[in-house]
């Protein structure tokens, strides 16, 4: 494929998860757009497809699949269908990213495995987003440098307000336990050994019968455990840390703080270099609203009015600078086309 | 235009902004392509347009607003050069996203504002990139929500590592205070009636000559300080801090935290209440990175394997929480196609 | 003076922060008593007193000094009575601690430092306690090693919930910034050679007429720049923060952190080295409780039945250690001596 | 006794801790005084008696508790010397303040418990200190206003840059989460009931054969539970710090912050409203420096000088608020007296 082709995208599924991939795709992506959105329920599918230029619903996923127009397949139905969704695409030899769950259970994500070694080429990618997190990502890279010598432990916290309704004592393991486990497994570079589980008495603020809080500890085949507190229902926002404490020093993400480390005799963060890595993000969305607005046939954001203010102000500040005095701002009167809010 | 049409973009000025902004437009931003590129080094022009599908190479700024690829133009040509470019793209009708400053003096972004005027419609956004600053863009919100009463003071830190050779005492007012100058004027919402300017004895980390650091305060018509230090050769890091005082709170950002307040007795921050908020980047990126690897024939990230191993872990921790056992984890052979890594 | 000897002090005024020191003195400081107050108010004088074993209540401030049970005088009266305390005290060659300010303006000032000067040696501790705060003397400390470079500016603030009725726009100066002026010439070792002081519009919360907040700017002789934000009104809180911007790095204190440095590429602070640092002050406190309640006779704090409890768990911790299993722990029946709670 | 009557206390043990506490209740404590030391090393005992004003040394303990001027006894003996130590001060029926542990094992810690219960009222105080720390007692009173609910977990971890030579993998538990066993007992108030302890591949930096660290998790009768991670290698600093994670929030000490929460959507700590709070270390280590000195026939700290240059700057200060304008401040010459330094 030519790189400079935009990828057409198949979305299976377009609940809540799905639909969200369809709105990234659409407008923060570049380089793809939604060909084709697929949904058992036809009704929601062509509501979504209403909304993007040139997506098609579909029932079925095959016929998606099978359009000229799609080059490859988000899937994010509900677990329980992922199996037929991957194999389908395999069939075609489609590229997939798969929500997480893989498959609901290790039977059927082996079989998954065996089809794809079958074809003998890679085609999934599984989506684990939390190694594209930039505190993961950096605590990753902060580890594979080997400042801290070697990982002994991670203690993590993974903190939801409320669970939904279905949530079941099982479910914290395999719906929110499943990160970590990813996690654990990607920042050590180990696989997972061992798995104890230890429940205290059930928060009141969980609904009846659910374990929740658990304490799950991980070891690991390279000699390390991962603690993780699990607790669904802790009532004061969403929270997920982690600590890996290493030979010679740890680091902790995810509390409010960038990454913080503690090493010989200090605890702290870095300070960028350069305002490329401070500011990426607001050249970034600074110049998607701009182009958003000017698709949209509007001019928003700092006017003229406010480059010519900063020139004035400045103006006056080197007069201050070179006087050593005070010195007053006067500005010309303020045409009504920039309107009267600063 | 019909909103679903990419547009296409002239870049006026291929130096180091120019040049990170046509890999944006090409890269990052959804909707977008980079039509043109414009540089009076028609070499250096040539260079950066060989690296985009579809992007011609200019000397001439006019000539590229003439062609019928582009739709908009974004100038990042020096200070001096805007002038002329702004008042080229208004006699084509275009919009322009003009890099800071406007331009170099008051008298110049007069005759700029006035020609805008005469147009009767905006056509220009300065690139005042802090206003689409997430921390920014937070302390804006919440001063917006008047929870802290009307801002009294604004306190501003701007740290650079070093400054560059040819850097003025002049220029930490006119290139670096510029900044705070927005951004007070943004946040409060007033204009600045006053400026001054105090100078300690200068670091003996700035090259002979150079006032630095400085200590600027604007009073504002709204009855608002905003005081700023400005250290162009603080050694340590690249550092932007603002504080605003106001009736009944303060609120920070910038230093290693997320937006802090001091309000009613507490400091601290918010804690977000949804993974849509806590993960929003890293599901963007992970399908950006998902795309761009598609487009390159390649398939990268979590595995198929990555998704059977957290299943089979998951399975014995179920066990594990139903027994209140240690369970251990039994894996299928890892085929080579997923290479030797977790 | 034999150093063993027991301190005799006369405190002079019994308002607030005089019946405070006499606490102090009577309760927490070692190699001291309180032997004399003084107080206009004969009736408080002699409240105070009946408090305080072996304390005599005096109207007069010179007659108690003439006790032969008072070796040394503080001085917590209000400070128009301060220069007469002070003469009285050099008169008998009593050494003092005289709370700030040493007297409410520069020509009593001028008239009792000449006194101290005629006596030859000196007699007088001024009262600014910050210079015994232990964050201050961490920044101090700090500066003294040179890590940082030379100082170049202080950024100060300094932050009251609520300013008291007869609180008027001088007293932000006499009263409040009078702490920073101190603080300024003790970090930096300078002098202050010029003072600014800017008033934004005052906050609503603060009583008519007050000019609250006010932004002060000092200069040193030293070539160094102060700045105080005062808010007496502030609504939030009590808050002294201060931050030391040198030629290679920057240090804060008072925000709900130690001491954190910019220095380097890295903001942070320091981990101390050993359980001494960390738990001085519960050891102390640990000490100070338990000879406190043996006084009363009382026995408090942990009981035999906690270091019972301790041994038991920990030969169940050895047990599961040496065994990889979890052991439970048996107790023995807790006596009714030891009451109910943990 | 009379309240007001200093307290002769003898202490058993002149170690390093032994030493210390003298050292602490001869400076710093109010209202005790080291009468006696006991050491079986006789050099030791005079040799720290000889520092302290009529303090006599002792080899045998009992002839210590002999003594008419002792009323009260610290045990800072090893721990297998305790019991002998405690018995003799039961028989005097003396208060006793012993380090921790009580006795080694639980055997002989049920021994010296029957022997208090059989005098029928209680002597002895145990030293565990943690419960006097401000974080933990902030921490304890936290929990006590049941604002965070119910307590289901504490996260513990407590680590040392090295351990002494002769340290064994059961001292981690019985040396080090000791304190976490009697930490989690009283901020909980429950009993503990089972013990399992995880050991990960020890680090490089642990000497040969020690299991360091580990990793230890106690289940109380209260259904919570309680994970301690210990290291006593980690080679970069002294770290003790708690989460205590409630049905509604959680609440963190140890990491260079204050007390920190996670409550209702917002993490952060508490604002002091008042001086005293902010600032009462400073006033009591101000007086007792003030006292030593004195004692020493000194006079150190802010001078007459520093008084009468505040004042100067503050009348220039409320001149500029005054006239709005800067003001230069004039001092007088500085006399000899006062040194050359600020």
Redesign the interface.
């Known amino acids: ?1 030519n ?3 935009t ?1 057409g ?1 198949a979305v299976v599924g377009t609940g809540r998860m799905g639909a ?2 369809v709105r ?9 757009r939604v060909a084709a959105v697929v949904d058992i329920d036809r009704a929601r599918a062509e509501a979504v497809a209403a909304g993007v ?2 997506c098609t619903a579909y029932v079925d996923a095959d016929e998606a699949m099978a359009s000229a127009d799609v ?2 397949v ?1 899937v994010a139905s509900s677990g329980a269908a992922h199996e037929e969704a991957l194999l389908a695409a395999f069939a075609r030899d489609l ?1 997939v ?2 929500e ?7 039977a ?3 079989r ?2 065996e089809a ?2 079958a074809l ?15 505190e ?1 990502v950096r605590l990753k890279a902060l580890l594979g440098t080997g400042q801290l ?2 990982p ?2 991670l ?1 993590n916290r993974h903190r939801n ?1 409320a669970s939904p309704p279905f949530f079941t ?2 479910m ?3 719906d929110s ?2 990160h970590e ?2 996690v654990t ?2 920042l ?14 059930p ?3 969980a609904p009846g019968g659910l ?1 929740d ?7 690991t085949d ?4 991962s ?1 993780v ?1 699990i ?1 669904v229902n ?7 840390q982690a600590e890996a ?1 290493c ?4 680091a902790r993400i995810g ?4 990454l ?1 480390t ?18 990426a ?17 509007e ?20 007069r ?3 006087t ?6 006067s ?2 009167e303020r ?1 009504g ?2 309107g009267a ?2």
Chains 1, 2, 3, 4 share one sequence.
């Open positions: 494929m790189r400079r082709e990828l995208i969200d991939h990234r795709i659409d407008r923060v992506i570049s380089g793809a230029d040139g080059d490859a988000l590229p990213l798969c997480k769950p893989l498959t609901p259970d290790a059927s994500a082996l998954v495995m794809e070694v003998g080429h890679r085609l999934v990618q599984v989506g684990f987003m939390r190694r594209y997190d930039t993961y010598g070697r002994l432990m203690h307000v004592s099982s914290l393991i395999t336990v499943a486990v990813d497994r990607w050590l570079g180990h696989e997972i050994s061992a798995v104890t589980v230890l429940c205290p008495e928060s009141s603020g374990r809080p658990q304490f799950v500890v991980l070891e390279g000699g390390a455990l603690d507190e607790f802790c009532g004061f926002g969403y929270q997920v404490v030979e010679r020093g740890t509390d409010g703080h960038e913080v503690n090493m010989a005799g200090r605890w702290g963060g870095t300070i960028p270099q350069d305002w490329t890595e401070r500011f993000q607001a050249y970034d969305d600074e110049v998607q609203a701009w182009v958003d607005a000017t698709r949209r046939g001019v928003t954001g700092p006017s003229t009015w406010d480059g010519y203010a900063a020139a004035a102000v400045c103006e006056a500040g080197v201050a600078l070179e050593g005095r005070r010195v007053e701002v500005l010309a045409p086309l920039y809010e600063v």
